[in-house]
């Protein structure tokens, strides 16, 4: 897994010159905290997991709940911001840049996040909430407000969100 993102972080941000730096690199701090408190947060063992995803948030400034499922190749650009929510579920190769919010719009016990297909960008300070579905290949452009689902292969930009051709 490390290595996947060393990978991806390398090839996705020219302004890194070493693996050494990518150790630095927030996006990878958080996405390795992430992984220990979604192994512990599987287990039941609720607080420990709790506890690292706010040592993460403290750290890097990205907060991910331990209960979200992330797929491979995740690339979190600059990442100050981020909220993923426990419900969220993100596909592989995704990309997410700074200010983004994957969030709910209930407190109901049931799915409230929204579930990112593969290879999608979400662009700085995009707000996408509710149990909504993004489809593959799409983009979501800067400071675009999604509330609705969005088919694949398909940009979105607004407030709220409309499709763009």
Partial sequence: ??????????????AIKSTFEVLLYPGFRALVYYKFS???????????????????KRKTGIE????????????IDHGMGIVIGETAIIGDDVT?????????VSTAKKKRHPTIGN???????????GDIKIGNNSKI????VVLKN???NTTVVGIPAKKIK
């Fill in 1 to 14: 897994m490390l290595r996947d993102v060393i990978k991806v972080i390398k090839e996705k941000d020219p």
């Fill in 38 to 56: 979604h192994w512990f947060y599987l287990r039941k063992h609720f607080f420990i997991a709790r506890w690292l995803c706010e040592r993460a």
């Fill in 64 to 75: 991910i709940h331990p209960g979200a499922t992330i797929g491979k190749r995740l690339f």
């Fill in 96 to 104: 997410i840049y700074h200010g983004v919010t994957l969030g709910g």
């Fill in 119 to 129: 290879n999608v960008m979400i662009g700085c300070c995009s707000i996408i909430l």
């Fill in 141 to 144: 452009g800067a400071n675009s």
């Fill in 150 to 152: 969005v088919k694949s």
